[in-house]
T-cell receptor, first 115, second 115 residues
Framework: EAEVAQSPRYKITEKSQAVAFWCDPI?????LYWYRQILGQGPELLVQ????????DSQLPKDRFSAERLKGVDSTLKIQPAELGDSAMYLC?????????????FGPGTRLTVL | AQSVSQHNHHVILSEAASLELGCNYS??????LFWYVQYPGQHLQLLLK??????LVKGIKGFEAEFIKSKFSFNLRKPSVQWSDTAEYFC?????????????FGTGTKLQVIP
């Protein structure tokens, strides 16, 4: 069964360091999402791609976060520099389209701890 | 902007008890509604969804949800819970925002079923 892959599964870093997360969506899925989930809260959308284009990054802290999906397939989310408040689970999801009926398929997430 | 409220943060039930988890959203236009579930150690996965038609929708594992437009609600129900239903449940709303579809998640409800 096709799954969304994410790596690494866990990342511990010190504040002010740079970190990067990778996501490989289900093959053929045009829409890719990055979410941040803080403990005790629901997933919060950081960025949404349609193919290689960003369609929503309104909640992405652009002074330190960046995301790219150069060939419209896999994607990388980067934080530089990391801050203590960035400790969270970072989830990647994909869907066949960004339409209203699209079910999102989630990866296992990357748990980031910033010391 | 749309928002989703899940008022029950933690619910504890005995096996065979009935379940109802509340979900209210705020958005003035057409919405599509989802319930996602995250079992311990697993990915978020779709439980059920509503797009149109019969407001009572049935999902996997005996779950159902009722869309009440006048109350902006989409409550999740199950007549008799099992220990294996222990999980975190998230309500989500997909609505038109700035020319594209945007998904907003609630904060989640942790369900603990006691054998």
């Amino acid at each position: 069964e096709a799954e969304v892959a994410q790596s690494p599964r866990y990342k511990i870093t010190e504040k002010s360091q740079a970190v990067a997360f990778w996501c490989d969506p289900i093959s053929g899925h045009a829409t890719l999402y990055w979410y941040r989930q803080i403990l005790g809260q629901g997933p919060e959308l950081l960025v949404q791609f349609q193919d290689e284009s960003v369609v929503d990054d309104s909640q992405l802290p652009k002074d330190r976060f960046s995301a790219e999906r150069l060939k419209g397939v896999d994607s990388t989310l980067k934080i530089q520099p990391a801050e203590l408040g960035d400790s969270a689970m970072y989830l990647c999801a994909s869907s066949s389209s960004g339409g209203a009926f699209a079910e999102q398929f989630f990866g296992p997430g990357t748990r980031l701890t910033v010391l | 902007a749309q928002s989703v409220s899940q008022h029950n943060h933690h619910v504890i039930l005995s096996e065979a008890a009935s379940l109802e988890l509340g979900c209210n959203y705020s958005y003035g236009g057409t919405v599509n509604l989802f319930w996602y579930v995250q079992y311990p150690g697993q990915h978020l996965q779709l439980l059920l969804k509503y797009f149109s038609g019969d407001p009572l929708v049935k999902g996997i594992k005996g779950f159902e949800a009722e869309f009440i437009k006048s109350k902006f609600s989409f409550n999740l129900r199950k007549p008799s819970v099992q220990w294996s239903d222990t999980a975190e449940y998230f309500c989500a709303v997909n609505a038109q925002s700035g020319g594209y579809q945007k998904v907003t998640f609630g904060t989640g409800t942790k369900l603990q079923v006691i054998p």
